[in-house]
């Protein structure tokens, strides 16, 4: 599987983010997004994964069953947890596990040491629980591509870890990463862009 992007510019209120940006992504490959604030990085993330229009340019995604699109390939996790917080922990997870759809729960439970507070409605938790949870999604349906928007904001250093390990098996397990972050992960990463100034691709 290769995801592919070729001449991708992106203007927002009047104002070019970037422009003619290109870079190829293999299975097993990683990549990191980097830049100051407002350089386009979210942007760019939503782009890829299909809630922003294109202004020029081209992403799709090659070698899938079926010419399944790239909403169908990818988990964005975004600055926002996607969490309810009327329901509990479980119901957020059984949600998107019927929503996406998935497996059972229990490992994401489990992984991300949220199965103590299971029957907790989601709007009692900490910062850092809800961030977790959100973040379990990623393990309740198998998706090869993850777009990850800082998504260490508000973990604690064990749980910052544990999401580095996550992501390095699901590298190792042959899928995609491409992370925005201000701050190191614990992850090693193949590729990198920076946006803005200094705009430009190491491939």
Partial sequence: ?????????????GRTLFA????????????????????????LLRILAGFLELDSGTVRVDGVENDADIGEQCHYVGHLNGVKSTLTVGENLEFWCSYLP???????????????LQD????????????RLGLARLLVADRPIWFLDEPTVSLDTGSCRIFAELVEAHIGAGGMVIAATHVPLGVEFQKSITLGKMAGADQ
């Fill in 20 to 43: 003619d940006l290109s870079f190829r992504l293999a299975s097993g490959e990683s990549l990191r997004l980097q830049g100051p604030n407002g350089s386009g990085k979210t942007s």
């Fill in 1 to 13: 599987m290769h995801l592919i992007v070729e001449n991708l510019t992106c203007v927002r209120g």
């Fill in 120 to 131: 907790i409605p989601a709007g009692m938790l900490s910062a850092g629980q809800r961030r």
């Fill in 102 to 116: 998935g497996t059972e729960i229990n490992t994401a439970l489990d992984r991300f040491a949220l199965g103590d």
